[in-house]
Nanobody, 121 residues
Framework: QVQLVESGGGVVQAGGSLRLSCAAA????????MGWYRQGPGKQREQVAI??????RYADSVKGRFTISRDNAKNAVYLEMNSLKPEDTAVYYC????????????????WGQGTQVTVPS
């Protein structure tokens, strides 16, 4: 079993910055990808940013404002969010694609519990 623990959410004024952190722990052989998703009020969950094999990819809505980074030694991923807008208000979820067994190459997707980011309008 793998657990993802997020931190760093909060309330920030428009134009401000926040840094989200997520650490994975448990039966981890390797992590193929780590990323961030978000679900705003009345909206579906959407991918915000993901890093796979060192290559980051961003949703168009956050390009140039958000930066994803990963610390492989700590099984951690971070999301630096700058120039925040009210439309960034959402619950942010960490996701990891984890290989949990040496005997199998299968990977499983795990989710964190979510952290609230609120940018008042």
């Amino acid at each position: 079993q793998v657990q993802l623990v997020e931190s760093g959410g909060g309330v920030v004024q428009a134009g401000g910055s926040l840094r989200l952190s997520c650490a994975a722990a448990g039966s981890i052989v390797s992590i193929n990808a780590m990323g961030w998703y978000r679900q705003g009020p009345g909206k579906q969950r959407e991918q915000v940013a993901i890093t796979r094999l060192g290559t980051p990819r961003y949703a168009d809505s956050v390009k140039g404002r958000f930066t994803i980074s990963r610390d492989n030694a700590k099984n951690a991923v971070y999301l630096e969010m700058n120039s925040l807008k009210p439309e960034d208000t959402a619950v942010y979820y960490c996701n990891a694609e984890v290989r949990t067994s040496q005997e199998s190459s299968r990977v499983y997707a795990y989710w964190g519990q979510g952290t609230q980011v609120t940018v008042p309008s």
